[in-house]
C-alpha cells in the first residue's frame, strides 16, 4: 500500500523522511486530514496510533466526519482517552484501580473537601482527559491547592471530564506495551519504572524486563492488559500503565496508540 504521512514536528520529519510514500509537512489537524482525505484517488484509510496524543483526539471528529479509521474503533479510543469512562470500565470488570470521582465543573470547597475524603483524603491527583503529555496532571495537598489545578484542567480539557483519584504513595509504576489484533494481545514487553511511581512516564526511567517485579505481580499485569485488550476490541498498539505495590496492582490508564517509551 502507498502510505502518506502527516507530520508537524521538523525533528521527526529529518530522521523519518524515508519511512513512507510521501510525507505532508504540515499540523496534524482535522482539516489538514479532512483535505487530504477528500482528495482524488483517495485511501484506504488513516492510521492514527503511530502519532501519538494528537491523533488520537482527531479520532472521534475524523469518525464522525466518515473517516475510515484503521484499526482500534474511534469509540473504543474515546473510551479509554475519557477518564471517567476508562474509570467506570475498570469499575465494570472488577479491575483495581485508585479511587477515583468524577470533578463537577463548579463544585464548591464544601463539595469538593467531601469529594476528596471519600477518596481517603490528600493528596490526590486531578487528572483531565485528552491532554498532551500529563499537561494539567497536578498532585494537590490541599483544598485551595485543588481548587487552582481543577481550573486550570477544565481550562485545557473543556469538552471532556476530569478526574480526581487518590494519589498513591511509595508504589512502583510499571507499563506494558502490547499490539493486538481483535483484542487478542499478540505482542507484549512490560517495563518498570525507575522511581517510585509519580514521575511521568515522558521522565521517568525505566528498564526492561523488569527487575524488582514478582511473577505473581507481571501475572496480574498480563490478566488486567487482557481484559482490557478484549473489552476494547483493541487492534494495533497500546499501552498500560499500572501502580504495583507488594501483590497489588492497579491500572492507572490505557493509551490505545504506540507507547514513546519502547
Known amino acids: 500500500y502507498?502510505?502518506?504521512?502527516?507530520n508537524c514536528n521538523?525533528?521527526?520529519v529529518s530522521t523519518d523522511y524515508d519511512q513512507c510514500d510521501r510525507l505532508i509537512f504540515d499540523e496534524v489537524s482535522l482539516e489538514v486530514v479532512l483535505d487530504l482525505w477528500e482528495r482524488p484517488?483517495?485511501?484506504?484509510?488513516?492510521?492514527?496510533?503511530?502519532?501519538?496524543?494528537?491523533?488520537?483526539?482527531l479520532a472521534v471528529p475524523l469518525a464522525e466526519a466518515g473517516v475510515r479509521l484503521l484499526g482500534t474503533a474511534a469509540a473504543a479510543i474515546d473510551r479509554a482517552e475519557d477518564r471517567?469512562?476508562?474509570?467506570?470500565?475498570?469499575?465494570?470488570?472488577?479491575?483495581?484501580?485508585?479511587?477515583w470521582t468524577e470533578a463537577v465543573a463548579g463544585s464548591g470547597p464544601g463539595a469538593l473537601e467531601?469529594?476528596?475524603?471519600a477518596l481517603g483524603g490528600f493528596p490526590v491527583l486531578v487528572r483531565p482527559s485528552y491532554v498532551l503529555s500529563g499537561a494539567a496532571m497536578r498532585v494537590a495537598s490541599c483544598a485551595p491547592e485543588l481548587q487552582r489545578i481543577l481550573a486550570r484542567a477544565a481550562r485545557l480539557s473543556p469538552a471532556h471530564p476530569v478526574v480526581i483519584s487518590k494519589f498513591e504513595r511509595h508504589a512502583r509504576e510499571l507499563e506494558l506495551d502490547g499490539v493486538a489484533a481483535q483484542g487478542?494481545?499478540?505482542?507484549?514487553?512490560?517495563?518498570?519504572?525507575?522511581?517510585?511511581?509519580?514521575?511521568?512516564?515522558?521522565?521517568?526511567t525505566l528498564v526492561l524486563p523488569p527487575l524488582g517485579i514478582a511473577?505473581?505481580?507481571?501475572?496480574?499485569?498480563?490478566?488486567?492488559?487482557?481484559?482490557?485488550?478484549?473489552?476494547?476490541?483493541v487492534s494495533g498498539p497500546f499501552n498500560l500503565q499500572l501502580l504495583a505495590r507488594g501483590e497489588e496492582v492497579k491500572v492507572i490508564e490505557c493509551n490505545l496508540r504506540a507507547s514513546r517509551s519502547l
Open 41 to 57: 484517488p483517495g485511501f484506504l484509510g488513516v492510521l492514527g496510533a503511530m502519532g501519538g496524543q494528537t491523533p488520537n483526539r
Open 84 to 99: 471517567a469512562q476508562f474509570s467506570a470500565l475498570c469499575d465494570a470488570l472488577a479491575i483495581d484501580q485508585p479511587r
Open 10 to 12: 521538523p525533528e521527526t
Open 184 to 204: 487478542e494481545i499478540i505482542l507484549w514487553a512490560i517495563s518498570e519504572h525507575v522511581e517510585d511511581a509519580g514521575v511521568h512516564s515522558g521522565d521517568a
Open 114 to 117: 467531601a469529594a476528596v475524603a
Open 215 to 233: 511473577p505473581a505481580t507481571l501475572q496480574a499485569v498480563r490478566r488486567i492488559a487482557a481484559q482490557l485488550a478484549r473489552a476494547l476490541e
Open 2 to 6: 502507498e502510505t502518506v504521512m502527516v
